[in-house]
């Protein structure tokens, strides 16, 4: 069964920082794309930050390009998401998602909610001003 379980949100200040976790199991790691994705109220979900397990290449959408980083350690099987110099814009349930998906970094398609099977319940993040 394949299961994403996020962890690592919370209340910070506009300015501050937050680690999230995605923990991963049921499902080869490495042959899977993993990605970030935000839903703030009233909003559709966007893609965040997405990774490709076996070789590392990553998209960052433009809104967080320069202030949030997507790693992975495929030792441990989870994926996390650095978010640094948050603003109130992004509050927002942050969600993890897996696929075995054709995965270009270059392309931001390869980002979107529609191509993602498999999803965590989500974490909330609150950025107060």
């Known amino acids: 069964e394949v299961q994403l379980v996020e962890s690592g949100g919370g209340l910070v200040q506009a300015g501050g920082s937050l680690r999230l976790s995605c923990a991963a199991s049921g499902f080869n790691f490495d042959d899977y794309v993993i990605g970030w994705f935000r839903q703030a109220p009233g909003k559709e979900r966007e893609g965040v930050s997405c990774?490709?397990?076996?070789?590392?290449?990553?998209y960052s959408s433009d809104s967080v390009k320069g202030r949030f980083t997507i790693s992975s350690d495929n030792a441990k099987n989870t994926v996390y998401l650095q978010m640094n110099s948050l603003k109130p814009e992004d509050t927002a349930v942050y969600f993890c998602?897996?696929?075995?998906?054709?995965?270009?970094?270059?392309?931001?398609?390869?980002?979107?909610?529609?191509?993602?099977?498999?999803w965590g319940q989500g974490t909330q993040v609150t950025v107060s001003s």
């Open positions: 990774i490709s397990s076996s070789d590392g290449k990553t």
């Open positions: 998602a897996a696929d075995a998906l054709q995965f270009d970094y270059r392309d931001p398609t390869r980002c979107t909610p529609n191509e993602y099977d498999y």
